[in-house]
């Protein structure tokens, strides 16, 4: 069974462009996450989708969206990009079968803006 | 709102000794999961182990083991026989068993080294 698939792996971005991360999920699963990691925040949750809506939503600015499609396949949008902006964006599949609670997450994309 | 504290930024052990990584969360919910996942330098995060809520024995895979105290609200992680490959981030993490609020909340995590 394939695991979570994240694209592209690494990419530079500059101050003010925008950018589009991808995320496919285990086979069955129709729960998405999205995590962005830092060395000084650690992991913060972005948002979920669940078939193809939006469940639950941290506490970041509207800049940051996402979406899911009728695959569960997501994306996440990154607008206006800062500097701050820098970071490991994990996403993370779950549901199936049996509910474990489990996440499993993806190699995660590491966002670089200059 | 939950929390999840690991007090211990970095840990150190020597091959084939033990080690005890420290968790605390903290919620008002009495149904949740609490995980440990290893993030090895290649960034993957992958689970270690699971304990729900409900389930008054410690979970155990292998050479992990946690030992959970629920009114204390403490979940640590004992690994047996350490070895190199052990080496990595550890998160602990809390997750509601309410379907809608499904979020992980991960604590700062702890850099383990294995000493050869």
């Known amino acids: 069974k394939a695991g979570v698939t994240q694209t592209p792996r690494y990419l530079i971005k500059t101050r003010g462009q925008q950018v589009t991360l991808s995320c496919s999920p285990i086979s069955g699963h129709r729960s998405v996450s999205w995590y962005q990691q830092t060395p000084g925040q650690g992991l913060q949750f972005l948002f979920e989708y669940f078939s193809e809506t939006q469940r639950n939503k941290g506490n970041f600015p509207g800049r940051f969206s996402g979406r899911q499609f009728s695959n569960s396949r997501s994306e996440m949008n990154v607008s206006t990009l800062e500097l701050g902006d820098s970071a490991l964006y994990l996403c993370?599949?779950?549901?199936?079968?049996?509910?474990?609670?489990?996440?499993?997450f993806g190699e995660g994309s590491r966002l670089t803006v200059l | 709102a939950q929390t999840v504290t690991q007090s211990q930024p970095e840990m150190s052990v020597q091959e084939a000794e033990t080690v005890t990584l420290s968790c605390t969360y903290d919620t008002s919910e009495s149904d949740y999961y609490l995980f440990w996942y290893k993030q090895p330098p290649s960034r993957q995060m992958i689970l270690v182990i699971r304990?729900?809520?409900?389930?008054?024995q410690n979970a155990t895979e292998n050479r992990f083991s946690v030992n959970f105290q629920k009114a204390a609200k403490s979940f640590s992680l004992k690994i047996s026989d350490s070895q190199l490959g052990d080496a990595a981030m550890y998160f602990c993490?809390?997750?509601?068993?309410?379907?809608?609020?499904?979020?992980?909340?991960f604590g700062k995590g702890i850099t383990l080294s294995v000493r050869p």
């Open positions: 993490a809390y997750r509601s068993a309410s379907g809608a609020n499904s979020k992980l909340t």
């Open positions: 993370a599949s779950s549901g199936g079968g049996a509910n474990t609670g489990e996440l499993f």
């Open positions: 304990q729900e809520a409900y389930k008054q």
